[in-house]
């Protein structure tokens, strides 16, 4: 054992001079990505992935099949076996395993699916609810979550078209209870990409840029919420919603700012992270959440959304100041084969990412794709989380960092911006700043940063570039930029 | 002479008191004495410095907002020029050009620096305006039309001659064109379509919204031009001509082509003139509610009224459940038998002094019905009453009399008033006052401004002024009030002090260079092109009229309904594609409502000349080492769908994207140069902040290494040379679906998607012996059948997968509708119940697949648990499928029924089973105690009793067809 880790520290090491040597180092220096071998027979456009308690991966695909992935977390590709479960479900976007039986979201209800004759292909598809509308236009996805700590499912319906929710609960969030009663729990969503918990359990889905949506970004769906887009809201009548989430909430005002409109509608939940558009991304799509416990390195309990367009993974840290949740993005991975839309973690810390481009073009090129990342056990310098405080931002690091680079303003530059909170579709970066950086405070040990600014701006987008910063062996950050949504300031402590 | 106030609430109430002096129509207006005008305006002396809540309100008539402008409005200045700090030479030079000090004041040195606004040509102007208004604005312009650029030639006059002179110069305009102008009542229905157009076209871009807006309101003050009170200037006829080409009488330019077809020129100004004070042939009043006869009108609220043309459709809002009245007087010339002829679907009728005279109700289609009256001489009430349930929709009414023959009822022979026509004093020409006016029209300087236009003589001004550079700016026009015998302009203190800058700067010959750029943007100034596109910083929408701005499908974001960034478009477009869109109105983005206008080649100069100097970027091509179709080629893989999928969101030369429609690719090689292409699609970012564009080389890297080695200037060159061919281009891959066809073999296919008559959860299954059937999970029914090939996924697994798809098979057999299972009291009689699915009881549960994978369907009915078996059997008759149909309850229900089948006709046979509708042979096995009925109720329909022994209950069904 001592000499293993030996020779990983030797190898670490070595790794770490060469990159400072030769060149920049890369994200394929820490997190290499291996192309899962998929079969020709499988046309593995993945909107759900799940593991399962043997160690397969499940992956149900748009064009309405369940794979099975044996050994997929091997080095060897060729060990790995694929074999179709099932077939004929509609376009199914999320995958959990429960008690043997393996639950599958389609379009227009949660199914759960075993297979009794133990042949390896599903023979009992038994529909657990659905109690929800759907009219026959493309929009209408819906996305499964996991299960939450009481064993409910979270299912986020897409609206009938970008500016319509024409049946029931199309633009809500329904928590389908383990006796397959719906009880709706969010209304205001547009346009999902995918849905996940943060390692407290608290769900949240991303949603995409359109009519109240200025960009895309991350949503807390807290129980009652309402998720800013108010076309759905005509389903608070239905009596199940009457139940649950009381009466209508006040329609928000076109062209207004959600941290302006949040005052009036005491429902809004605000975007807990705000993915700046183009710079990060174009469709947020699949999260997941590293409750690996450091296999995957140093972003324990930290979450990964995938974004279609980009065919990437971002980083995000939530944190949560005065009930309500906001936080940073970073850019994390690039070059996924596909647009990154489904997100899996695996024991063993390894992270998969599925893909499709149909409809919507993907930078990875590839139809489809399933990819896995690897941690190398070599630590990025990165930032590794961003804090707001009373007065400015604390970073911290993933290593320690150059004092003197570190604590020089000219190391940093931020702005700010927000976007338009209205019925139109989508909205160009506003109400720009540039805050001023007062002053510095490197940490004793090197691993945070105070930033004490002066300009906090409430409901923007505070852009920071850390371009300057160096860490203690001379490495820049991998990714330099991040992006953090402030709609609470903390109280001074 | 005595100056008027220039403060202005007295201006307002002096606007207000000629408006009420115009409507009467008192030509003596003109002679009015000013002590009078003053007396009458004596107590409003308050002076307005802030806007009150009540100005916040549209004036009713002009639809415009706020204090009324008190001085010349030029958009431009207004925005760009009218606030502390801005340029103010610039802002003057605008003035002098907008309003065209240089038609007195030569320009010189300076003339390049001033866009030049050329006055409307006024020979025909009796004919397209009310003279006596015409006369009023020459009177006091300001006072007529608050925000007028056109001065007041003759204030220095006394009062009472200033009345003689408008009005000779009203007839001598009489005198050369005679006037046929006449006003007429705006349809109803026109009105309605005008008003949509006139709110996205983009008239609104210079123009005051005419209706609510979410927007503040504070902001549209200033920048809005003016259009004065239309409808006491204009008819319908009039303003619809101007509107289909105003360059005709204004050729300016300041007011462009807007590209309008004649219909929509019409409407426009049917809603500009929607309160002309005209009689109209009829009122008509539009209800909406589902009846099956007359409802009693007089107790409904209508949703909609207002004038109508004549008897007939085209006013309502829906084309289902709706009734209309249509009311007013009939014009009888002569006494004698009329009969009357009323053709509708569904009901109408016909009153006249309102007795029943026609009778034409119920629901029916379009048939006649007519009836016969003897009517005396003069104006009798007729009334029409109209409704339609669902359908079509018609409705026509005739008449024919004492030398009338059978005909539509004429807009001539009706009018919503009977008060006589025709008592408004005409405007009788005078000869003598119309030779002064000839006198006064080159003398006072209007001739200046304005000439007659084509076809009529040129008029020489005999006015003329300093040239500007000799111009003392605290004199003249520009003092205040304006000293000597000016032409009053009503200046506000910022445009004095502009104007004394520009001048000052002309003097001084310190005019800032003129460079390709400035030009550009001098003529984007004078044209107002920056209320819609921006340049630079500069321009745009702004947020108080962007809601205006519209597409057809508001999924394409701003990219679809805003006006494009005219930054660099010089580098952008290619020669023949820039004038095209200048002078030929040409249309890339059909799905944008704001229109380009057209300005008039000799209003934009050098325009595009200027752009393409200013913007065009010395960047070359890459040298690639392809030759045109090896290019070609690669760029026709790379916009497929297994390339860069660049039809995901573009249209293809007319074929639509799964998604949005953006843009036709087939356009991009005409109209884009290939150097800026190639700039674009390596960082379409940076040409267009915000597009939805995506950057499909990040980086500067292809996503695509397998296409030309993976260099990206090579797959970029053949993207470009892809485009170049244009229209003739082969179409990409996945813009048309190839077939996706599911065969099944020897195990049966499921398929669950949006399916044709089975819904949007359908689940459709091919079994082995080449039947297929499609079940309803909602319905719980199955509802289709059809042999042969099973199903092609091709709609729903290519693009986004919008729509219904139908069999890939034959012989389709659609079984009946609704519940499955219902309780009926009485089997011969009870009606099968319409409620179905979830409402009538009934619970989704999934199915099971058996060892070749076919399904039983599970639902539940109430506390029942159904299952639902069908399997596919070979035999000698072709394949049929034999259905077992399981039912399990704890506590059996009672009176409980299957519907097999519904139709028009269904025949017991010989054997036992059952032929529905010739087409559909049904066999059913069930015990001895629960045989089929056939029964007629409605339909005839052939239902099997449910009979449970031991808590089971089981019967089969066998389906040839």
């Known amino acids: 054992m001592p000499r293993i880790l030996t020779s990983i520290v030797l190898v670490a090491l070595f790794a770490a001079a060469a990159c400072a040597a030769d060149r920049p180092p890369t994200e394929d220096d820490y997190y290499p990505m291996l192309r899962m071998p998929i079969p020709p027979e499988a046309y593995l456009e993945a909107g759900g992935l799940e593991w399962l308690a043997d160690g397969r991966l499940a992956v149900c695909t748009r064009r309405g099949e369940i794979w099975m992935v044996e050994n997929p977390t091997v080095a060897e590709p060729e060990k790995m076996k694929f074999s179709l479960f099932a077939s004929g479900l509609h376009e199914p976007l999320g995958l959990v395993e429960r008690d043997g039986w393996i639950y599958v979201t389609q379009r227009g209800e949660v199914t759960r699916l075993k297979d009794e004759d133990g042949d390896g292909r599903a023979d009992v598809l038994e529909t657990v609810a659905d109690g929800w509308g759907l009219s026959g236009d493309y929009h209408e996805y819906a996305f499964g979550s996991k299960f939450d700590r009481d064993g409910n499912m979270w299912v986020v319906l897409c609206l009938t078209g970008s500016f319509t929710s024409n049946v029931p609960y199309r633009g809500w969030c329904l928590r389908i209870t383990p006796d397959g009663e719906v009880i709706p729990t969010c209304s205001g969503i547009r346009s999902p990409g995918g849905i996940g ?82 710079a990060m991304g174009q469709s947020a799509a699949g999260i997941a959440c590293d409750m690996s416990g450091g296999k995957f390195g140093p972003f324990a309990k930290q979450l990964f959304v995938g974004d279609q367009t980009h065919s990437t993974v971002m980083r995000v840290f939530l944190e949560k100041i005065d009930g309500v949740y906001q936080g940073v993005c970073f850019p994390f991975r690039s070059g996924f084969g596909s647009g990154s839309l489904s997100l899996q973690f695996a024991p063993n810390g390894a992270m998969f990412v599925g893909g499709t481009d ?21 630590t990025p310098f990165e930032i590794h989380e961003m804090r707001a405080k009373s007065d400015g931002f604390e970073l911290t690091f993933t290593e320690p960092v150059d004092t003197a680079t570190a604590g020089d303003g000219k190391s940093y530059e931020m702005k700010t911006y927000t976007y338009i909170y209205r019925s139109d579709y989508g909205s160009p970066e506003v109400d720009h700043t540039t805050p001023t950086i007062k002053e510095i405070r490197v940490a004793a040990d090197g691993r945070s940063v105070r930033l004490v600014i002066d300009g906090l701006q409430l409901g923007h987008v505070h852009d920071l570039r850390a371009a300057g910063v160096r860490s203690k062996t001379g490495l820049p950050l991998l990714h330099d930029k991040s992006y953090y949504t402030l709609n609470r300031i903390p109280a001074a402590q | 002479m005595t100056e008027l106030p220039t403060f202005d609430g007295l201006r307002r109430a002096l606007w207000w008191l000629f408006l009420g002096l115009a409507i009467a129509g008192v030509s003596a207006a003109f002679s009015i004495s000013n002590a009078a005008l003053l007396a009458a305006v004596d107590d409003d002396d308050e002076e307005f410095t802030e806007v009150t809540a009540a100005e916040r309100q549209p004036n009713p008539k002009t639809g415009e907002v706020g204090p009324i402008a008190d001085r010349p409005i030029v958009a431009a200045f207004e925005r760009f020029h009218a ?245 007013g007087f009939l014009h009888v010339a002569e006494e004698g038998d009329y009969q009357f002829w009323l053709s509708s679907d569904d009901g109408s009728r016909l009153f006249i002094d309102e007795k029943i005279v026609v009778d034409h109700g119920g629901i029916h289609g379009t048939t006649t019905k007519d009836g016969r009256t003897r009517l005396t001489a003069g104006l009798h009430p007729i009334r029409v009453e109209y409704f339609e349930q669902a359908g079509e929709e018609v409705l026509t009414v005739e008449y024919a009399g004492p030398r009338i023959e059978r005909q539509l009822i004429p807009a001539s022979a009706l009018s919503s008033t009977d008060k006589p026509q025709g008592d408004k004093p005409t405007f009788e020409l005078d000869a003598k006052l119309a030779a002064k006016g000839k006198v006064l029209f080159a003398t006072v300087g209007c001739a200046s401004c304005h000439q007659l236009g084509p076809g009529f003589e040129l008029v020489e001004s005999k006015v003329a002024g300093p040239p500007l550079a000799q111009l003392d700016a605290t004199k003249g026009c520009l003092s205040d009030p304006p000293s000597g015998d000016v032409p009053h302009y009503s200046l506000s203190a910022r445009q004095r002090i502009a104007l004394s800058a520009a001048l000052a700067a002309i003097r001084t010959d310190a005019l800032p260079k003129k460079s390709p750029a400035s030009r550009v943007h001098q003529t984007m100034t004078a044209l107002n092109c920056y209320a819609c596109h921006a340049r630079g910083e500069i321009g745009g929408v702004p947020a108080t009229r962007n809601e205006f701005f519209t597409a057809d499908d508001k999924d394409l974001g701003d990219e679809g309904r805003l006006p494009p960034l005219l930054t660099g478009a010089g580098d952008k477009l290619q020669d023949k594609a820039l004038d095209a869109i200048l002078t030929s109105a040409a249309v890339a983005r059909p799905y944008m409502h704001a229109r380009m206008p057209q300005f008039g080649a000799a209003n934009l100069g050098a325009i595009a000349a200027d752009m393409i100097a200013s913007d065009r970027v010395d960047a070359k091509l890459p040298e690639v080492p392809d030759a045109h179709n090896q290019a070609r080629h690669a760029g026709w893989k790379l916009v497929g769908k297994n390339g860069l999928t660049c039809i995901s969101c573009h249209t293809f030369n007319q074929h639509k994207s799964s998604g949005i429609q953006s843009m036709d690719l087939a356009i991009m090689g005409e109209r884009l140069r290939p150097e800026w292409l190639h700039r674009y699609l390596l960082e379409p970012q940076a040409f267009r902040p915000g597009t939805r564009m995506p950057q499909a080389w990040p980086g500067g890297k292809t996503t695509r290494p397998e296409v030309l080695s993976g260099d990206t200037n090579r797959q970029i060159n053949a993207v470009i040379a892809f485009l170049s061919e244009g229209r003739r281009a082969r179409i990409p891959e996945g813009v048309i679906r190839s077939s996706l066809e599911l065969i099944v073999g020897g195990e049966a296919v499921v398929y669950r998607g949006f399916l044709d008559v089975a819904g949007a959860r359908g689940i459709a299954v091919g079994y082995p012996e080449q039947v297929n059937l499609a079940f309803d999970p909602v319905a719980m029914r199955l509802a289709m059948l059809w042999k042969g090939r099973f199903f092609d996924a091709s709609k729903h697994w290519q693009g986004r997968g919008n ?17 499955p299972l219902a309780r009926l009291e009485d089997a011969q009689k009870t009606p099968w119940p319409k409620e179905t699915g979830k409402e009538a009881g009934y619970r989704f549960r999934g199915y099971r697949l058996d060892a070749l994978r076919r399904p039983t369907f599970r639902y539940d009915y109430g506390a029942m648990r159904v299952d639902d078996y069908p399997v596919d059997q070979w035999t000698e008759g072709g394949p049929v499928f034999t259905r077992t149909v399981t039912l399990a309850a704890a506590e059996p229900a009672q009176d409980l029924y299957f519907r097999a089948a519904a139709g028009d006709k269904i025949e017991k046979q010989g054997d036992g089973s059952f032929v529905v509708d010739g087409r559909l042979k049904l066999r059913i096995e069930t015990g001895e105690d629960a045989k089929p009925i056939v029964r007629r109720v409605g339909s005839s329909e052939l239902i099997v009793p449910v009979k449970f022994d031991g808590g089971k209950a089981k019967f089969v069904l066998r389906y040839a067809w």
């Not at chain 2, 979410?214 to 902001?219: K, P, Q, S």
Request: negative net charge; aromatic residues 8%.
């Open chain 2, 803 to 819: 729509g219904f798809q139908g069999p890939a098979g034959d012989d389709v057999l659609r079984l009946v509708d609704g519940a």
């Open chain 1, 358 to 378: 149909r409809g919507w073009g993907a930078r990875g090129g590839k139809p489809y794709a399933l990819d896995r990342l690897d941690w190398t056990g070599r």
């Open chain 2, 83 to 327: 606030s502390d700090g801005a340029d103010v030479v610039a802002g003057g030079l605008l003035l002098l050009g907008e309003l065209n000090c240089t038609s007195c004041h030569a320009a010189d040195a300076a003339s390049d620096a001033i866009a030049v606004k050329q006055g409307p040509l006024l020979g025909d102007v009796a004919g397209r305006a009310d003279v006596e208004h015409v006369g009023q604005f020459i009177f006091d312009p300001h006072g007529t039309k608050p925000g007028t650029t056109m001065p007041s030639v003759i204030s220095t006059l006394p009062e009472a001659q200033r009345g003689r002179a408008a009005e000779a110069l009203a007839h001598y305009f009489l005198s050369i064109r005679k006037s046929t102008f006449a006003l007429s009542a705006p349809d109803g229905a026109a009105v309605a379509r005008g008003e949509a157009q006139f709110h996205q076209v983009g008239c609104v871009a210079c123009h005051a919204p005419r209706r609510e807006l979410t927007a503040d309101l504070d902001e549209r003050i200033g920048v809005s031009i003016p259009l004065g009170k239309l409808d006491v200037k204009y008819s319908i006829a009039s303003l619809s001509a101007f509107l289909s080409d105003p360059l005709v009488v204004r050729p300016s330019g300041r007011m462009p082509h807007m590209a309008l077809t004649a219909a929509q020129a019409g409407d426009i100004a049917s809603y500009l003139l929607k309160d002309t004070d005209a009689p109209a042939p009829l009122h008509y009043a539009y209800y909406e509610g589902s009846w099956n006869d007359f409802p009693d009108f007089d107790k409904l609220q209508p949703v909609h009224a207002g004038n109508a043309s004549s008897f007939g459709l085209g006013q309502q809002s829906r084309n289902d459940a709706f009734g209309m009245r249509f009311d």
């Open chain 1, 197 to 278: 918990s943060n390692a407290d359990g608290d769900v949240f889905y991303t949603d995409n840029q359109g009519p109240w949506n200025g960009t895309c970004g991350l949503k807390h769906l807290r129980p009652g919420g309402f998720m800013g887009h108010p076309i759905g809201n005509r389903w608070y009548d239905e009596p199940l919603a009457a139940d649950a989430m009381g009466s209508r909430p006040v329609e928000p005002k076109t062209n207004s700012r959600i941290a302006a409109e949040e005052k009036r509608v005491a429902e809004l939940v605000p975007t807990a992270v705000m993915f700046p558009y183009n």
